[in-house]
Structures are given as structure tokens and as C-alpha cells.
């Protein structure tokens, strides 16, 4: 239970206000430091010293998984693999291809470091995913993007790449007018925007149904009368609504994975 719904909690109990839904606060938290970089203002909060937190985790996770590594793997190192065999034969070989392999230290890359921020919404005092703000799943979206295209043009030639998004084969030539607009902005639209937005809407929404069962929970336990009744029920909603994101944090760092491994898989592949 984050500490502003204890706080929130108790406001509401003592004055009577009822409960109040959680809003978009919980998304901007106050700022602890800023600075600029040439111009451009940067601010440091909450959210980002989680990311901070969740990146240096994974990074000593991984470095203590492959250390003194052996054929009898430690728990740890049993761990890692397990995770790096996952991408490695279900996604990098099995959806983008033969092909694939040289992708899986990327693609692996990837599945952790969502993962590992995923995590953090459901970690005692920090309770809250970075990647439920837009702009960090949107920058990995576009870095993906920039991938996807780049393969693209490095695998099939620019002009065949792009001659093949814009002119599909076998298309009637006069429904170029109608096709060719729709595959601009699947490719070079929809598809990174819609990747960013998966993986935000779900983080999102389960951070604010933790938050909502958790502070109807304190609500209810503080307020008195027949209130104390329900508390525990919302109490308990809480924590299964904790399992069920922790299945939906798992689910999200590999669905993201797979998409852009269907990705590349259409970039190297001469047909679209």
C-alpha cells in the first residue's frame, strides 16, 4: 500500500469528506532535483529514481547470474538462463527465424529491463511501475522503431524496403490510393505508437487498481460505523489484485518482446 493512499486515507477518514477515486497525482509526484543540459530542462522524481533503482538491480542481477558461471548452474545463474533461454529460443528463433539469433542479446535486453520495471509496481515503498508514465515505454518504443527500420534498409536495400511498404506486390495498381496510405502509418505509425501504448494502458490500469482497493481499504478500516465490515474485503481484493498484476507484469515484458521480435522478423524477410 503506496504511502500517499495512507495519507490520502487518513485525510478522508478525519474529515468525513467519503472516498475520493485516486486521480492522475499519483503519476506526478513532486520534483526532487532539476537541471538543464543545453537548453533542455530535466527533473528528477520519484518515478525516476525507481527506474534508477530497478536498472542498477538488473544489472547487478545479471553480472551475479553469469559470474564464475558453471555446468551446474547456481540458483541464480539457473535464473538468469532460464530467462535468456526464453528470448533466445521462443523469440529470437522462433518468431523472428533463422535469421534471429543475433537479435537475442538485444531482444533479452529488452524482456529484462521491462520486466525488472514492471517489478517495482509491485515492491514495498515504491509501489509504482516508471513504465505507467508514457514517456519511458514511448522511448522504447522508438528506439525499436529506429531498429526495425534500420534492419529493414540494411537487409533488403532502402529502395526495395521502402518500394515494398509503399507499393504491396500483387495490389491493383489503382488501390495504391487507398493502400499505400494505410500501410505508412501502420509501419510508421500505428505499430511503435500501439507497442508504447500496450504496455503503458496495462501498467496504468493496475497501478491505479492496486491503489483503489488499497486506499478503499484504509477508507473503510478508518471511517467507523459498519464500514470496518468491508475492509477486509477490499483489504483482500488488494492482494489479489497484487498476484493477478504480477502475472499481468510477466505477461507484458514478453508480449512487448515478442511484437518486436515480429517486427524484425518482417524487416528481414523480403516479403511484407
Request: aromatic fraction near 14%; include cysteine; proline fraction near 6%.
Amino acid at each position: 500500500m503506496t504511502s500517499s493512499a495512507l495519507a490520502l486515507g487518513d485525510v478522508l477518514a478525519a474529515n468525513g469528506e467519503g472516498f475520493e477515486a485516486p486521480g492522475l497525482g499519483e503519476f506526478y509526484p513532486e520534483v526532487i532535483a532539476n537541471f538543464s543540459v543545453l537548453g533542455v530542462d530535466f527533473e528528477i522524481t520519484r518515478i525516476t529514481l525507481i527506474l534508477w533503482i530497478a536498472t542498477l538491480a538488473l544489472v547487478a542481477f545479471l553480472l551475479l547470474a553469469s559470474r564464475n558461471a558453471k555446468i551446474v548452474p547456481s540458483k541464480l545463474q539457473f535464473v538468469g538462463e532460464t530467462g535468456y533461454s526464453l528470448v533466445r529460443d521462443g523469440i529470437a528463433r522462433d518468431v523472428v527465424g533463422p535469421r534471429g539469433l543475433p537479435f537475442a542479446p538485444f531482444l533479452a535486453s529488452l524482456f529484462f529491463f521491462i520486466l525488472a520495471n514492471n517489478l517495482m509496481a509491485i515492491i514495498p515503498f515504491a509501489q509504482i511501475s516508471p513504465m505507467s508514465k508514457f514517456a519511458f515505454p514511448l522511448v522504447l518504443a522508438a528506439i525499436c522503431w529506429v531498429l526495425y527500420i534500420y534492419i529493414g534498409i540494411r537487409e533488403q536495400g532502402a529502395g526495395k524496403y521502402f518500394k515494398d511498404i509503399l507499393f504491396l506486390p500483387g495490389v491493383p495498381k489503382p488501390m495504391y490510393i487507398l493502400v499505400t496510405p494505410i500501410e505508412i502509418l501502420q509501419n510508421f505509425v500505428v505499430r511503435p505508437f500501439t507497442l508504447a501504448v500496450r504496455l503503458f494502458a496495462n501498467m496504468f490500469a493496475g497501478h491505479m487498481l492496486l491503489v483503489v482497493f488499497s486506499l478503499g481499504a484504509v477508507y473503510l478500516f478508518q471511517v467507523g460505523n459498519y464500514s470496518v465490515i468491508f475492509g477486509p474485503v477490499s483489504a483482500l481484493m488488494a492482494i489479489v489484485m497484487t498476484f493477478f498484476e504480477l502475472l499481468v507484469i510477466f505477461l507484458q515484458a514478453y508480449v512487448f518482446t515478442v511484437l518486436m521480435g515480429t517486427y524484425l522478423n518482417g524487416s528481414i524477410e523480403a516479403e511484407h
